[in-house]
């Protein structure tokens, strides 16, 4: 199951994103998203006894990865004249939202956005800032990806899914195309992995020439349980990244990509991310939430080890936080 | 008065650094500083009308520009072995204080910070946790200045001036060298001074080729003033970026350059400043202290507009701030 790096392909109902379909993304979110830069840390730097290539996706418009899949998922729809009047609805833990209505304030769209109880009031003032109607309700995405589409069967607003679309995943592919760019000596690029489109199609981007390590909280193992059970299951959903990577399950068109090239699915536990957190800070001077510095975290905890002669990339990919609760 | 752009130069006992001492400089101290990112950001994203290119420069080792200048300065009198026995010495506000014990821990090197009380509590345990000696002396910098140097006459350590010394300039001024590196279409270049430091370093690079703007609150004019008197005066010190930017008067070294290469010395509020880090927050999740976002306010308040068609760079050059502080 390879897909070829030139063209799309659809294996059980499933169409994962080529190298053609994220270079066509790259170009149409172009206007629109930020390339965000590499910072390059020297062995020691960090505490570790490598040196590590972080990419500063956390500077993206909205504090996170987000509107590139958002953009691309409706700029698509747009060209296809796909776009209905009602404009288009999202449920998420808070940045996907923000994405969204973020977009939607850029192209002129009207925007519902339903978050769960346990996304943090600092995401809610982020999503509402950007004019988007928020409604919480639930009490995790599912059941606020629930309630969206309720409301959409009556308002007939198109669905800008979170992880689970082709132009989603294309869009967040971008990332890695730009990370490739900038740091084409990378041997291993760390990603944290809630519902899969970032690493999906991240890994979709790589295809196999760079490893891929997912790195996810102990507290919300969706792609570490699949893989392990070779198809999406349930999982559990808490920690303190919850509102970021608490998906239930990964996504259906995310997991043969990850079958395919992500060559590690590790689990960090809630401590380990609070304390990447802080050395973010310490160090670098940057406020991640706790999804974006879940990554950074597999290498500070020794949950993941590079081999010798690995050049490693980091994607640190949020910082929608209070910085009072990062800073200690 | 146009120095040559290969070799340093003396004017009334004053040796301004050349491109080659700059080079050098990048040299000497490439392995222990980083090369800070730069980031685009197109017309309307911050509010603008026109793009701006920032340097991020706050996310260098503690927090600001300083250890390059400190690093050049020491490792430069080692080159020499002028360095004495008793280790290193400097005065100041803060930022350059961490930065000479940052790079004394580095270098193996004993090291006594004297801060006045203006100086913020971040800025102490920052100081303190790179293993410094700190001592509280004195109501600003100038204060702080000579409690050291009686204490340098005791112990015959190294004194590092946190900007009137030649290797400090050129350390600076690799800041420049990187930025048009990395961002080589710019016209012109906003910068923050207080002592002055940083400003003439980075002039003494472009040399010219593009048009330095210095930005100072209007609660500290050293350079504004002392451009108007033809020559360094005092000046006063107070506001909110009085820690990074409160120098008592410019230094001897970098006023002729100054004469000579920059081309505007404005003012801006201290609301100014506050309403810029509020932005550097809010649009692109960087903490900026009020010396760090003193630059963007010149743009953000109308203090400074650039001419037709220029390409305009800033350099966010601090972090050590309470994030509390910034987040409105």
Request: glycine residues 12%.
């Amino acid at each position: 199951m390879t897909p070829t790096r030139s063209s799309s392909y659809t294996s059980a109902g499933v169409t994962i994103p080529s190298a053609s379909d994220i270079n066509a993304a790259a170009a149409r979110i172009a206007p629109h998203v930020r390339q965000t830069p590499v910072l390059c840390t020297a062995a020691g730097d960090l505490g570790l006894g490598y040196p590590v290539t972080l990419k500063l996706e956390l500077l993206q418009h909205a504090g996170s990865f987000k509107p590139r899949g958002a953009f691309n998922r409706i700029l698509a729809a747009r060209e296809l004249e796909e776009l209905p009047a009602a404009g288009v609805i999202a449920a998420s833990g808070g940045n996907h939202g923000a994405a969204v209505a973020y977009a939607a304030r850029a192209l002129g769209l009207g925007v519902e956005i339903f978050v769960p109880e346990l996304t943090p009031p600092a995401k809610h003032a982020r999503i509402e800032s950007f004019g988007a109607r928020l409604v919480r309700t639930g009490a995790t995405y599912a059941e606020a990806l629930d309630a969206s589409r309720a409301r959409r069967a009556e308002t007939g607003a198109m669905e800008v899914h979170a992880y689970d679309h082709p132009a989603v995943l294309a869009g967040q592919g971008t990332t890695a195309r730009e990370f490739e760019a900038d740091a084409p000596e990378l041997t291993h690029v760390l990603v944290a992995t809630g519902g899969g489109g970032l690493i999906g199609g991240m890994a979709a981007w790589y295809g196999g020439r760079v490893g891929v390590v997912s790195v996810e909280p102990v507290a919300c193992p969706a792609l570490h349980d699949a893989l392990a059970a070779g198809h999406p299951v349930p999982s559990p959903v808490g920690g303190v990244a919850a509102d970021s990577l608490g998906a239930r399950e990964v996504g259906k068109i995310m997991f043969p990509i990850a079958a395919a090239y992500v060559s590690a699915a590790v689990l960090v536990a809630d401590d380990a991310i609070r304390a990447a957190q802080c050395l973010l800070w310490d160090r670098l001077r940057l406020i991640a939430e706790p999804g974006g510095a879940t990554a950074l975290a597999a290498l500070l905890s020794g949950a993941w080890t590079p081999p010798d002669g690995a050049r490693v990339g980091v994607l640190v990919c949020g910082s929608n936080a209070d910085p009072a609760t990062v800073v200690s």
